[in-house]
Nanobody, 123 residues
Framework: QVQLMESGGGSVQAGGSLRLSCSGP????????MAWFRQAPGNKREGVAV???????TDYADSVKGRFIISRGAYNTVDLQMFSLKPEDTAVYFC?????????????????WGQGTQVTVSS
């Protein structure tokens, strides 16, 4: 049963911005770790950003540091603000929820996933 839903994907030119939102039941959105992953065709799913719910700290993949921001939105969402987008950011983006444990970027550590939203960045 899919409990999370992503929104906000779309097509943008390089250098542009997009804001993704992850919505769902509060019980899921307040899991210990909320993360965004992405998967491009032929590639493994990779961790993009994580938010640790109890302490509010965040971490990012090196490829997006300084360009992406993960945060809690105003309406019970977990958002990913993406700036200075590059063609290599093109992928399906997923939000995920899970407990503490292991590397945050390991997708096997998350119990709940959304179905994903497409982000396409053209050069």
């Amino acid at each position: 049963q899919v409990q999370l839903m992503e929104s906000g994907g779309g097509s943008v030119q390089a250098g542009g911005s997009l804001r993704l939102s992850c919505s769902g039941p509060k019980s899921v959105l307040t899991r210990q770790r909320m993360a965004w992953f992405r998967q491009a065709p032929g590639n493994k799913r990779e961790g993009v950003a994580v938010l640790y719910s109890s302490i509010g700290s965040t971490d990012y993949a090196d490829s997006v540091k300084g360009r992406f921001i993960i945060s809690r939105g105003a309406y019970n969402t977990v958002d990913l603000q993406m700036f200075s987008l590059k063609p290599e950011d093109t992928a399906v983006y997923f939000c995920a929820a899970g407990p503490y444990g292991g590397r945050w970027s390991d997708s096997s550590g998350y119990n709940d996933w959304g179905q994903g939203t497409q982000v396409t960045v053209s050069s």
